[in-house]
């Protein structure tokens, strides 16, 4: 299969669009969600197809209908969610699935229930307190009830069957996305890494079954051009934080020749970065397989050094910088960057901050400008580091 | 109409209280005792059986932001990387821990750090960061949240479910605790812990109560000072003590109808944390219009859930995984709409609270949901509760005239 770049970048450019076109070619029911931590088999099993959210453009932001509900001090990626509500994009979606996972999103669940009663609501609560011994107990039932929620919305209330069959499609898919990553670093200068973010964007909402074969198609492209390399590229960074769907952000490293050797975000890494466990029931492993995930800056792991997954990792992908692009009023992760930095820091690391107030052009303007000043100054650096 | 009269005498006590409080703390620790910093929705009891001395950053920061020194511990933080959106009670209280700068004399250096899940957030990215700075233990418990349905509040009772992994986790920090302390848990003192704090919240209930009253013999402004035992030394027979000279005072002043407003014409119920470095502009502000705020429900957030009696560890996962900021915003909806007509009130008023995105968010819903129960009218305070930046005097007396002359 030829990588159909165009393609896929048209799903990365607009995933809403083209979850309104397939409600309507294949009649599957689209269940909208905010949240990486969204239980992805249990959608598949039931029939669904997943979508998330839109983050907030510049029109949502000014004068928009969310600010009816929410303060200006609000999650962005909340206001685009409820806006998105708001003016009609999601009519066609059959439900909106809310996992709970920081404050802004808890809330923004009962506020999209009162401001968007036309779209179903669903909850699940993913446990902070991953360590404790009662937590996949508890996820279980919790996965068992969205199965039952999910069901009604549906029509198909999936069962052990379903559920494992699920569960091996999505192996096929995080086996796919993992080789892809793991050719990240031969890609250097061969494959933009908008090509990386339109195959995590698709595979977040196209069906296991065709976006595993996409993710391998990507990976043949770049050993077909792997053979042809003239020159490796000098820049490179990491990329860390939440969701971050901005086509832009990820224009704006190629168009400035820095590659993005690795990733740890909602829309990356964190898609696949944990084996699908075998043995026991589906629900069990599903439950284990969200357990075991990265932990990400809302879930409390006991015993974890904040910065030190990052740096192994930035270290693996043999990078100097990391970039830390956040939506404006995302608390999780704005509480992480001064430990994560010092951390890196330590190491001999550099950190960006990146502060998206979303809607404004990120490959040219104010951003653009910090990037370029930010790699230009530890290009020099890293001459006299030698 | 002027400012509150009549000195209520039970601050004088409080002094007190708070002082034993503060100095014990320090002197425990520096005696080899241990010392824990606790979130106030954290189930304290689990700590005293153990002989861990609980003390709260939160209350703490309330006092640096009344006495304005805030600011300049938040800046230090912010000096580090800190966002200026972060919570400001976080911010400051880690500028303290930094810095050691406090108007009271600072917190003793903790052996422990004690953080719920049922406040917010962020208690658990603020307990992380003094984690690691003190390098230090973090015990977490972890409420899974209650969200509306779709139309209606949620059930008062707790899922089942969520109740199991709170107790199990209770049990896992009575298993740390025993590995700091290298003391057994003991069920029995559990047992006394809990009906002290039974004890106290049922007078805390009283004496907010006597709100009920017109004229009311105290505003909201009092129970925000007053409030500070039940969240601090709850358990105690000291608190119990305490509470019930409040409750002896407020009756009193209550049977001769003594109101703490001259010329009580209007009554309000507050939503959210109070704004702590202009409590005392805004009771005179109010009191001099002769409007009594006689109620909120912040503090009655420490009066509303009996801890049941029973198996100790289901009633506290119960209790703790329940209470108003853990619960979807239909039910705080309720609550605010409850307090309304219990009290007796004209309106509300809801401080948006810039640092308290939980409390905050949804609130001009909740305002509506309200509304549409009890009739009565409201108006939205842009503030924060620590930080002064967002605080603008023309722009928020202004707004509070308007709303109350429209009451004619």
């Known amino acids: 299969m030829v990588f159909d770049r165009d393609r896929v970048k048209g799903i990365a450019a607009d995933p809403i669009a083209h979850a309104r076109v397939a409600r309507e070619q294949t009649g599957r029911p689209v269940i909208a969600t905010l949240s990486s931590w969204a239980p992805h088999e249990v959608i598949e099993a039931a029939g669904g197809t997943e979508v998330r959210l839109p983050a907030p453009d510049g029109g949502a932001m000014q004068g928009n209908r969310a600010r009816a509900h929410l303060q200006a001090a609000s999650c962005f990626l909340c206001q685009g969610a409820l806006e998105a509500g708001l003016d009609g994009s999601l009519d066609f979606v059959d439900a909106v699935l809310f996992v709970q996972t920081c404050d802004a999103q808890q809330n923004l669940s009962d506020i999209f229930k009162i401001a968007v009663p036309s779209i179903p609501v669903l909850d699940m609560y993913m446990p902070v307190n991953r360590t404790s011994r009662g937590a996949a107990a508890y996820l279980e039932k919790e996965i068992e009830r969205v199965c039952r929620d999910l069901g009604a919305i549906t029509g198909k209330t999936p069962g052990p069957d379903e559920l494992g069959s699920a569960l091996d499609a999505r192996r096929e898919q995080v086996d796919a996305l993992s080789a892809l990553y793991g050719s990240r670093i031969e890609a250097d200068g061969l494959v933009p890494a908008m090509d990386f973010y339109s195959v995590c964007v698709a595979s977040s909402c196209l069906p296991p079954s065709q976006a595993a074969p996409i993710a391998r198609s990507l990976v043949e492209d770049i050993r077909s051009k792997a053979a042809v390399r003239e020159c490796p590229v000098e820049r490179s960074c990491m990329l860390v934080g939440s969701t971050l769907p901005y086509p832009g952000l990820y224009e704006l490293f190629d168009r400035i020749g820095v590659a993005v050797r690795d990733d740890d975000l909602s829309l990356g890494r964190r898609l696949f970065d944990h084996p699908v466990p075998a043995g026991g029931s589906p629900v069990e492993r599903i439950a284990r397989g969200m357990l075991d995930r990265s932990s990400g800056a809302t879930k409390f792991d006991d015993g974890l050094v904040r910065g030190s997954g990052l740096l192994r990792a930035a270290r693996r992908a043999g990078v100097k910088h990391v970039v830390m692009p956040v939506l404006k009023f995302c608390d999780p992760w704005a509480w992480d960057f001064p430990a994560v930095r010092d951390r890196l820091e330590a190491a001999g690391m550099g950190m960006l901050l990146l502060e998206l107030a979303g809607g404004e052009d990120l490959a040219a303007g104010t951003i653009r400008n910090r990037v370029e000043a930010y790699f230009e100054m530890g290009s020099v650096g890293d001459l006299f580091d030698g | ?408």
Request: hydrophobic share 40%; glycine share 8%.
């Open chain 2, 1 to 408: 109409m002027g400012k509150p009269v009549d000195r209520i005498r039970a601050f004088d006590l409080l002094k007190g209280v708070m002082k034993r409080h503060y100095t014990w703390a320090k002197v425990y620790g520096k005696l080899g005792g241990k010392v824990a910093w606790v979130t106030s929705g954290a189930p304290v009891e689990l700590l005293l059986p153990f002989g861990i001395y609980p003390v709260y950053p939160e209350s703490h920061g309330a006092i640096c932001a009344a006495r304005r020194m805030s600011p300049e511990l938040m800046e230090v933080v912010e000096k580090r990387g800190y966002s200026q959106d972060l919570c400001a009670y976080a911010l400051s209280d880690i500028g303290h821990a930094i810095t050691g700068k406090s108007p009271v004399g600072g917190l003793p250096r903790p052996d422990l750090l004690f953080c719920c899940t049922n406040i917010c957030g962020t208690v658990l990215k603020w307990y992380q960061a003094l984690a690691e700075h003190f390098r230090v233990p973090l015990v977490m418990v972890d409420t899974p949240f209650i969200p509306d349905e779709t139309t209606c509040a949620a059930p008062v009772a707790v899922p089942p479910h969520s109740v199991t992994f709170v107790k199990k986790q209770l049990g896992e920090a009575v298993e740390s605790f025993e590995r700091i302390t290298r003391k057994s848990y003991s069920e029995r003192k559990l047992r006394k812990v809990l009906d002290r704090s039974r004890e106290a919240m049922n007078l805390w209930k009283a004496v907010l109560e006597t709100g009920k009253h017109h004229p009311a013999p105290m505003t909201c402004f009092d129970a925000f000072i007053l409030l500070n035992p039940i969240v601090t030394v709850r358990g105690t027979s000291g608190c119990v003590r305490f509470y019930r000279k409040v409750l002896d005072e407020m009756n009193r002043r209550a049977a001769v109808k003594k109101g703490r407003v001259p010329d009580e014409r209007l009554r309000l119920v507050w939503d959210n944390i109070p704004v702590w470095y202009k409590m005392k502009d805004l009771s005179t502000f109010f009191s001099e219009r002769g409007v009594c705020l006689v109620a909120d429900t912040y503090t009655n957030a420490w009066a509303d859930n009996e801890i049941r009696e029973g198996e100790p560890l289901d009633a506290m996962a119960e209790i703790y995984t329940g209470i108003f900021l853990n619960r979807g915003l239909r039910s705080r909806a309720d609550v605010l709409a409850r307090l309304v007509r219990k009290y007796e009130a004209d309106g509300m008023i809801l401080h948006s609270n810039r640092s308290c995105k939980p409390y905050s968010f949804g609130q001009y819903d909740a305002l509506r949901l309200a509304h549409e129960s009890t009739g009565k009218p409201g108006f939205i305070l842009e503030a924060d509760h620590v930080s002064p930046r967002h605080w603008d005097d023309k722009r928020v007396f202004n707004g509070l005239q308007t709303f109350l002359e429209s009451f004619g």
